[in-house]
């Protein structure tokens, strides 16, 4: 398997960043957990709940609130991407 390099992760922010352009403007945070290999991104309260998550391609969580509207995703593996 090919390492990840620094353009690979640039390539991806940029991508990340064209997504999140297109949402409402709204708060969001970004964390990486090294260990776990995880990044979460939440949107707006971070410290509000999810009451909803579906699995979907390629190691992505979706997250929702009580309303059926986004939180957050959660992206296992990030480093493989």
């Known amino acids: 398997m090919a390492a990840v ?3 690979d992760i640039q390539e991806y922010l940029l991508e990340l960043v064209t ?10 945070q970004v964390d990486y957990d090294s260990e776990a290999d995880v990044m979460y991104i939440n ?10 998550s579906e699995y979907a391609d390629n ?8 309303q059926d509207e986004i939180i957050g995703f959660t992206i296992l593996h990030i480093s493989k991407r």
């Open 19 to 28: 997504f999140v352009k297109k949402i409402p403007k709204i708060d969001f």
């Open 59 to 66: 190691d992505l969580i979706i997250r929702y609130d009580e």
């Open 5 to 7: 390099t620094n353009i």
């Open 43 to 52: 949107f707006g309260d971070t410290t509000k709940p999810a009451a909803d």
